[in-house]
């Protein structure tokens, strides 16, 4: 693993950062591009390579023009305010208290999977690739590719050596995954302060595989949201279409079908909550060297 600079404690009871990073020498093939919305202030993205090739990948800068790690550099809470270049804690409200920084790995109506490299130095985005082939989801009927905004929440981890408690798997190795289901198509590389409204427990191949979902704070229905019952009164038929996306999309390949633990249940706000900061515990023990972290970076 990489080492960081000494991990810097913020306002929140839970919300680390990685200490900044030099920015690496690597050679620019094309120039960063501007990351929309909140962020732009914040973090820009460069793209290396062509785009469905394998040696695509997508790296993320901060304001200083510095190469970040997604995995590691970007806050998992979004943050009110600076006072001396140092975090503050904002005024108690539970509207704004549980805001959390999404990276967007695959935008939503699109095919090709994209993850962050958790193996590569800098962690940049790039193709998920098997048996040297990119691979791309299947068009599950109705629907085209992705049906949210999909990516993963910094500085998370779910171990591979720790069972969870309400699963009894253990994890798989990734940070917690998003699905983002707001009116707007994102970017891959964006990064956007998201509302979490609950969760959904995957069971893939006997690991606990997390799906949060939330929604961007910047979305014009964003207000409307608050747990996940609103999503079932707002967006009707979108958890059952996220369940049913979820339990078919390994068929196409051969696979059996997915499941789920505890019968398919999205669980609440709360509930989710507790799981995010489980893996964030889990990835303080990373970086500590507290946990087995294997090849990752």
Known sequence: MRALLPLLRTGWGWGWRAGSIVAA???RRVSAGAVP????ALYRTEERGQPHSPDYRVFLKNEAGHYISPFHDIPLKVDSAEENGIPTKRARNDEYENLFNMVVEIPRWTN????IATEEPLNPIKPDIKDG????????????????????????????????KSTNCCGDDDPIDVCE???????????????ILGTLALIDQGETDWKLIAINVNDPEASKFHDIDD???YKPGYLEATLNWFRLYKVPEGKPENQFAFDGEFKNKAFALEVIKSAHECWKALLMKKRDGGAIN
């Open 25 to 27: 020498r690597l050679p």
């Open 37 to 40: 919305g909140r962020a732009m």
């Open 112 to 115: 090709a999977k994209m993850e």
């Open 133 to 164: 082939k990119l691979r791309y989801v299947a068009n599950i009927f109705p629907h085209k590719g992705y049906i949210w905004n999909y990516g993963a929440l910094p500085q998370t981890w779910e171990d591979p050596h720790q069972k969870d």
């Open 181 to 195: 289901i707001g009116s707007k198509v994102l970017s891959c590389g964006e990064v956007i302060p998201v509302k």
């Open 231 to 233: 999503v079932m009164k």
